[in-house]
């Protein structure tokens, strides 16, 4: 999965704020409106915008494909802002600046724009991208219970990313992928986990290095977390919750889980969704029994990963464990 991938899917689902707008107040304001106030400089008189904008919430975060069209530079309209913009680069080339960094951004290079300091992008006319808008208070609220301490605080990391691991990207496809789902599966409580599940994960790969070592978890706790678990299999479930559930850190509860069944939290509950979904599908009756529903019901909103992983752990596709009834 790349970003360019994930952002055609996006076309299927998304509002398109704009389509192919050339007037830069009405440019302005819709991405004011969709990720953050600012200012926008055309470079040339006669460059004309042909801005395209298309966006898809869910929870604590929204999805958004920007292509301005013409060399521009955003700046900011206000001192601090409300939110993290995580770019991914799909075509084309730009440089941010966030206080004293500066990145050079295309395909394959990512970067993360903080709320804290002032910022500018220099984009060109090809650059398209698709930026996650984080909410402010969802990151620093999530890291402060990965870091297990008393109080949130700013959250800074690097302007410069490496390219994002791939899990990120299919839990993006997953925000995706829900709306294609169905009103039964597709509510604004799915939306919203999955949304603050993205938020986890993309800082759980920032701020693995800053973490102290973790602190020992009595055996206790991870029966505690197991059970937690598996009483929410069919959501999309955020570990930094389940920590909070079971009175340690994030930290802690994955030092324990290595310790006492020697895998992860992730792990551990991929597998047993993965072992449900095959119970179901035996049950099964043909007809009335489907892959999408069970693939839901146990706790996967994109079908592909879903696919994939039950064939990787049992060697059969789920549909042939359907068919066998």
């Known amino acids: 999965?790349?970003?360019?991938?994930?952002?055609?899917?996006?076309?299927?689902?998304?509002?398109h704020v704009l389509a192919s707008s050339g007037d830069p107040d009405e440019v302005t304001?819709?991405?004011?409106?969709?990720?953050?106030?600012?200012?926008?400089?055309?470079h040339s008189r006669r460059a004309r915008l042909s801005t395209r904008l298309e966006?898809?919430?869910?929870?604590?975060?929204?999805?958004?494909?920007?292509?301005?069209?013409?060399?521009?530079?955003?700046?900011?309209?206000?001192?601090?802002e409300d939110n993290f913009l995580l770019t991914l680069p799909v075509a084309g080339s730009a440089k941010f600046t966030y206080g004293r960094d500066t990145a050079?951004?295309?395909?394959?290079?990512?970067a993360?724009?903080?709320?804290?300091?002032?910022?500018?992008?220099?984009?060109?006319?090809?650059?398209d991208q698709l930026i996650v808008r984080m909410d402010r208070r969802w990151v620093e609220s999530t890291a402060r219970r990965i870091r297990?301490?008393?109080?949130?605080?700013?959250?800074?990391?690097?302007?410069?990313?490496?390219?994002?691991?791939?899990?990120?990207?299919?839990?993006?496809?997953?925000?995706?992928?829900?709306?294609?789902?169905?009103?039964?599966?597709?509510?604004?409580?799915?939306?919203?986990?999955?949304?603050?599940?993205?938020?986890?994960?993309?800082?759980?790969?920032?701020?693995r290095e800053e973490e102290a070592e973790p602190g020992r978890v009595p055996s206790a706790q991870v029966r505690r977390a197991m059970e937690y678990l598996l009483d929410h299999l069919a959501e999309p479930i955020s570990l930094s919750e389940v920590a909070r559930q079971?009175?340690?850190?994030?930290?802690?509860?994955?030092?324990?889980?290595?310790?006492?069944?020697?895998?992860?939290?992730?792990?551990?509950?991929?597998?047993?969704r993965l072992d449900r979904a095959r119970r179901l599908l035996a049950a099964g009756e043909p007809g009335t029994t489907t892959v999408t529903g069970v693939a839901a019901?146990?706790?996967?909103f994109h079908l592909g990963e879903f696919a994939a992983q039950f064939k990787a752990r049992f060697g059969v596709t789920p549909s042939a464990v359907l068919g066998r009834r």
């Not at 304001?29 to 953050?36: E, I, K, P, S, V």
């Not at 869910?58 to 060399?71: F, K, M, V």
């Not at 050079?104 to 990512?110: D, I, K, S, Y």
Request: proline content about 8%; charged content about 15%.
């Open 112 to 127: 993360i724009v903080g709320p804290y300091r002032e910022f500018k992008l220099d984009i060109d006319s090809a650059f």
């Open 1 to 15: 999965m790349t970003a360019a991938q994930l952002a055609a899917g996006l076309a299927e689902v998304s509002q």
């Open 104 to 110: 050079e951004l295309a395909p394959g290079r990512p």
């Open 148 to 207: 297990g301490v008393a109080t949130a605080g700013p959250v800074n990391l690097s302007l410069s990313l490496p390219e994002q691991p791939a899990f990120l990207y299919r839990l993006l496809e997953s925000v995706v992928s829900l709306p294609t789902l169905g009103p039964s599966v597709a509510r604004p409580e799915v939306g919203q986990q999955l949304g603050e599940l993205v938020i986890e994960s993309f800082l759980l790969t920032q701020l």
């Open 246 to 272: 079971s009175g340690t850190s994030l930290r802690s509860l994955q030092a324990g889980f290595r310790r006492d069944l020697d895998t992860t939290p992730g792990q551990w509950l991929r597998d047993q």
């Open 55 to 80: 966006h898809l919430s869910a929870g604590p975060i929204s999805l958004n494909r920007l292509r301005y069209g013409a060399d521009v530079t955003v700046a900011p309209a206000v001192p601090e």
């Open 297 to 300: 019901e146990c706790g996967y």
């Open 29 to 42: 304001q819709a991405c004011t409106q969709a990720l953050r106030p600012h200012r926008l400089v055309v």
